[in-house]
Structure formats: C-alpha cells, structure tokens
C-alpha cells in the first residue's frame, strides 16, 4: 500500500501564493502518477493537476497560469505550487497517487488540507 502525506496548507490573502507538498511512501515502486485534486461542498472531488513519472501534467481549466505541478521521483513527492489565489480556491486539498501492480490499479488519498484565501 501507499501512503500520502500532505503539508504546506494555510490561510492566505487573495493574491497570495501557497505551496503544497506531499510525500508518498510504502509501495512506492508502484506509482505511476500524482496529483492534486479539491473537494467543494456537496460536489465530487475535482482534478486541479496531474503529474505522471515521466512528467507529462494535466491542469483543471480554471488553475491554468496560476498553479504549477512537480515532482521530485527520488523523494516520491509531489509539489503544487499555487500562485495568484482566488477566494473560490477555497477548500479542501487532497493528494492522490496512481499505483499499478500486477495489472491492478488503484487510486491512494492523502487525509487533506485546508486551503482558505480571504478576500
């Protein structure tokens, strides 16, 4: 299995910027991508950014420009660089890895954080 651990949420101005980090340990070997996804209330957890191994990312339409995805492979973490923040940023935070093995895919979850821009 694969845990998630999450840093770097906060509260901050409308403007502002946040970085968040989260590391990924146990199985490892097995992640083939990472990425950030948020949560509205009553809403399904939405993609922000994706990031495979080899680096290709995805962004949600409404972060493009704002927000920047890496990952450092050696250290099994994922960073989320978050720029120009909007109060409607507001919310939960959740890191997610996608591990293969053996054919058999499953999707791993940070625990989450709060992300709150004021305005």
């Known amino acids: 299995q694969v845990q998630l651990v999450e840093s770097g949420g906060g509260l901050v101005q409308a403007g502002g910027s946040l970085r968040l980090s989260c590391a990924a340990s146990?199985?490892?070997?097995?992640?083939?991508?990472m990425g950030w996804y948020r949560q509205a209330p009553g809403n399904q957890r939405e993609l922000v950014a994706t990031?495979?191994?080899?680096?290709?990312?995805n962004y949600a339409d409404s972060v493009k420009g704002r927000f920047t995805i890496s990952r450092d492979n050696a250290k099994n973490t994922v960073y989320l660089q978050m720029n120009s923040l909007k109060p409607e940023d507001t919310t939960v935070y959740y890191c997610?890895?996608?591990?293969?093995?053996?054919?058999?895919?499953?999707?791993?979850w940070g625990q989450g954080t709060q992300v709150t821009v004021s305005s």
């Open positions: 990031i495979t191994t080899g680096g290709s990312t």
């Open positions: 146990g199985s490892t070997f097995s992640i083939n991508a």
């Open positions: 997610n890895a996608k591990s293969s093995r053996r054919g058999y895919k499953l999707d791993y």
